[in-house]
């Protein structure tokens, strides 16, 4: 059985940085891709950035490229993602997410593509 449990969202003025924390409690080795997501108030999850922690492949979403760095510290059993230059556009709901089939290209920014989610951290950015 695998959980995630994100921690480390809070409110932020444009311009700073947050970074998010998602500790996986359960095996690990099974899990072959590796993501962050988000979901502003009424609108669809939107894929940020996904991470092969086998082989270190990342893919980000293009609105974050350049601010945002998804990282991964296997000791911890922990997924990162570093946020800078925040913008008000990043408020939303981050969550983790994973699953046991490899990151793909085309796929990775889809939420159905991930079995395992955590309950989700609120972002704002104001």
């Known amino acids: 059985h695998v959980q995630l449990v994100e921690s480390g969202g809070g409110s932020v003025q444009p311009g700073g940085s947050l970074t998010l924390s998602c500790v996986v409690n359960?095996?690990?080795?099974?899990?072959?891709?590796m993501g962050w997501f988000r979901q502003p108030t009424g609108k669809d999850y939107e894929g940020v950035a996904s991470?092969?922690?086998?082989?270190?492949?990342?893919n980000y979403a293009d609105f974050v490229k350049g601010r945002f760095t998804i990282s991964r510290d296997s000791a911890k059993k922990t997924l990162y993602l570093r946020m800078n230059s925040l913008k008000p556009e990043d408020t939303a709901m981050y969550y983790c997410?994973?699953?046991?089939?490899?990151?793909?290209?085309?796929?990775?920014?889809?939420?159905?593509?991930?079995?395992?989610w955590g309950q989700g951290t609120q972002v704002t950015v104001s």
């Open positions: 991470l092969d922690p086998f082989h270190g492949a990342t």
């Open positions: 997410a994973a699953d046991r089939r490899a990151c793909s290209g085309d796929y990775w920014p889809f939420s159905w593509r991930y079995g395992y």
């Open positions: 359960g095996t690990t080795t099974s899990l072959n891709c």
